[in-house]
């Protein structure tokens, strides 16, 4: 008993002591408050991690703008065609042209030349897209595929003939005879008007269409230049040759007068046609003819009979005339024999001098 008694006492002197020589901002109580301050300090490790974490999702971030990056090199790759170049937004190597524009000629000019193939020439400037623009553009779109030289289009007029006539008011057909090109496709000339390259058939033509225009001169031994956006009648053949020929018809007809009808020959999208050389002969075709003359179309010899009885007065002047409209009528040489030969390849200048020196009014009209 008396031993359980002294250790009792010493266990509350114990305490005593503790109570006495710790205190309690740095006893127990202390320890239990560090112990959350490490898990604070865990936790902020936690959170250190977490921000780690976060510079582990930013350096996901940093991957994604890389795979970002990657997929714009995929944009690049698919505009280096995604393996097609004819979707890419960029220029193939392979297209490169090397132009030397050195070693000019007597008159030749210096040529621009481009490492790019122009493909910025037009920056800054109106496009095209696809419109007549009145007031001018400049057009981006590369020429396109050329013919050889024994698929270049030609094409020549058969009614009217050059030199003929036709009665006023009335209609006709206009007939052209054409070889070279495969012709009646055309493209919408409001929104894709020279919006695409020239491009070839399976057998090496151009394919496109053509137009014909008719417009009023003063007379055939006129030489003053026409106005381009004056014209009596304009059509676009769209369909296809038969047998070589397209036609249009003039369904009112012309007024009396004297006129020069003329061949548009165009790729697709209204452009004209490219040949690969430059001497050659015209693709396009002219003629002069008459509208409400005294004879038909199979002759005038009534003109020429006119333009021969000026003779007498004018010879230099009429042979002048006939000098200027060589071929006018050889159809009708037969009414111009006795001009001494002078109205052999010039009945046209007959027929000036049959009318007196009558000049017909230029009138100009709307297409019909």
């Known amino acids: 008993m008396k031993c359980f008694k002294l250790s009792f006492v010493f266990l509350v002197v114990a305490q005593l002591s503790v109570a006495l020589f710790v205190p309690e901002s740095n006893g127990i109580a202390a320890r239990g408050r560090n112990g959350k301050n490490g898990g604070n300090n865990n936790q902020n490790g936690g959170n250190n991690n977490q921000n780690g974490g976060n510079n582990n999702q930013t350096g996901g971030n940093n991957n994604q703008n890389g795979g970002n990056n990657n997929q714009t090199g995929g944009n690049n790759n698919g505009g280096n065609g995604g393996n097609n170049p004819q979707t890419s937004t960029t220029l193939d190597p392979s297209v490169i042209q090397n132009i030397n524009g050195s070693g000019l000629a007597a008159g030749e000019s210096n040529s621009l030349v481009s490492p790019n193939n122009f493909i910025n020439f037009c920056v800054g400037k109106t496009i095209t897209n696809g419109l007549q623009v009145q007031g001018g553009s400049c057009n981006p779109t590369p020429m396109g595929d050329i013919p050889s030289v024994n698929n270049m289009p030609s094409v020549k007029f058969a009614n009217p003939p050059n030199g003929g006539n036709v009665d006023a008011n009335t209609a006709f057909t206009v007939v052209m005879n054409i070889q070279g090109m ?85 790729a697709a999208n209204h452009q004209a046609v490219l040949v690969p050389v430059a001497q050659r002969g015209t693709c396009d075709d002219s003629v002069y003819f008459t509208v409400g003359g ?57 027929r000036k001098g049959g009318r007196n020196g009558r000049r017909y009014e230029r009138r100009f009209f709307t297409w019909q």
Do not use: C
């Open 182 to 266: 495969q012709t009646g496709v055309f493209t919408n000339a409001d929104n894709t008007y020279f919006a695409a390259p020239q491009q070839l058939n399976g057998g090496g033509q151009v394919i496109g269409h053509n137009h014909v225009v008719i417009e009023a001169i003063d007379s055939l031994a006129s030489t003053q230049p026409t106005n381009p956006r004056v014209f009596a009648f304009f059509k676009g053949l769209n369909d296809a040759a038969a047998n070589g020929q397209l036609t249009a018809d003039v369904t009112k007809g012309l007024p009396a007068g004297t006129y020069r009808m003329s061949s548009i020959t165009t």
């Open 294 to 350: 005294n004879n038909s179309t199979s002759g005038s010899n009534n003109d020429n009979n006119g333009g021969n009885n000026n003779n007498g007065g004018g010879n230099s002047t009429t042979s002048g005339g006939n000098n200027n409209n060589n071929g006018g009528n050889n159809s009708t040489t037969s009414g111009g024999n006795n001009n001494n030969g002078g109205n052999n390849n010039n009945n046209k200048g007959g």
